[in-house]
C-alpha cells in the first residue's frame, strides 16, 4: 500500500510547532492530542525538525524540569528522515526499523503534507492481509 492511500484514509492532519516553542507547549500538545511527536516547521512549512516522547523523556532525564521553558529547538531531531506520497509501507517500515523511529513526516516538494506513525502502517498492513484473505477464500469457494 503506497503513503498517498494511507493518508487518503487517515487525512492530513499534522501537529506542527514552531522551533521556538516552548518545551512546555510541546509537552502539553503531546498529552492533550494523545500523539507520539510533533513536527517542526519553519515558515515555508517545510520539515525543520520533529520532538517526539521518546525525545522529551529523553531530555527530562539529560537536563532536568528546566527544559519546559527551553525552546523546543534545542532538543529536537533535526536531521529528520521524511517520505514521499508514492512510497509503499513496506519502503516505510523498513525506514523505521533502521532509524528505530516511529513516525515519519510526508513531504512533496519540501512541504509537509502528512505524517505516517508505525500504527497507521500496522493498520495499513492487517486490511492488506485481510483482503488478500479475503480474495482467496472467495477464489476457493468459486472453484
Same mark, same amino acid.
Given at each position: 500500500?503506497?503513503?498517498? /492511500?494511507?493518508?487518503? *484514509?487517515?487525512?492530513?492532519?499534522?501537529?506542527?510547532?514552531?522551533?521556538?516553542?516552548?518545551?512546555?507547549?510541546?509537552?502539553?500538545?503531546?498529552?492533550?492530542?494523545?500523539?507520539?511527536?510533533? +513536527?517542526?516547521?519553519?515558515?515555508?512549512?517545510?520539515?525543520?525538525?520533529?520532538?517526539?516522547? @521518546?525525545?522529551?523523556?529523553?531530555?527530562?532525564?539529560?537536563?532536568?524540569?528546566?527544559?519546559?521553558?527551553?525552546?523546543?529547538?534545542?532538543?529536537?531531531?533535526?536531521? +529528520?528522515?521524511?517520505?514521499? *506520497?508514492? *512510497?509503499?509501507?513496506?519502503?516505510?517500515? /523498513?525506514?523505521?526499523?533502521?532509524? @528505530?523511529?516511529?513516525?515519519?513526516?510526508?513531504?512533496?516538494?519540501?512541504?509537509?503534507?502528512?505524517?505516517?506513525?508505525?500504527?497507521?502502517?500496522?493498520?495499513?498492513?492487517?486490511?492488506? +492481509?485481510? @483482503?488478500?484473505? *479475503?480474495?482467496?477464500?472467495?477464489?476457493?469457494?468459486?472453484?
Amino acid at each position: 500500500m503506497q503513503v498517498s /492511500a494511507i493518508l487518503a *484514509e487517515k487525512g492530513h492532519d499534522v501537529a506542527t510547532a514552531m522551533p521556538d516553542a516552548p518545551m512546555m507547549a510541546i509537552i502539553e500538545d503531546l498529552a492533550d492530542k494523545n500523539i507520539g511527536a510533533i +513536527v517542526i516547521t519553519n515558515a515555508q512549512n517545510g520539515v525543520a525538525g520533529i520532538i517526539s516522547e @521518546r525525545d522529551v523523556v529523553r531530555a527530562l532525564a539529560q537536563n532536568g524540569a528546566s527544559v519546559v521553558d527551553q525552546p523546543v529547538s534545542t532538543f529536537m531531531t533535526q536531521s +529528520v528522515v521524511t517520505c514521499a *506520497e508514492h *512510497e509503499s509501507s513496506h519502503d516505510l517500515m /523498513a525506514k523505521m526499523t533502521s532509524g @528505530r523511529f516511529r513516525h515519519l513526516p510526508v513531504v512533496s516538494d519540501t512541504h509537509l503534507v502528512g505524517i505516517i506513525s508505525i500504527g497507521d502502517i500496522v493498520k495499513a498492513r492487517i486490511e492488506e +492481509v485481510q @483482503r488478500e484473505a *479475503e480474495a482467496l477464500r472467495d477464489y476457493i469457494a468459486s472453484s
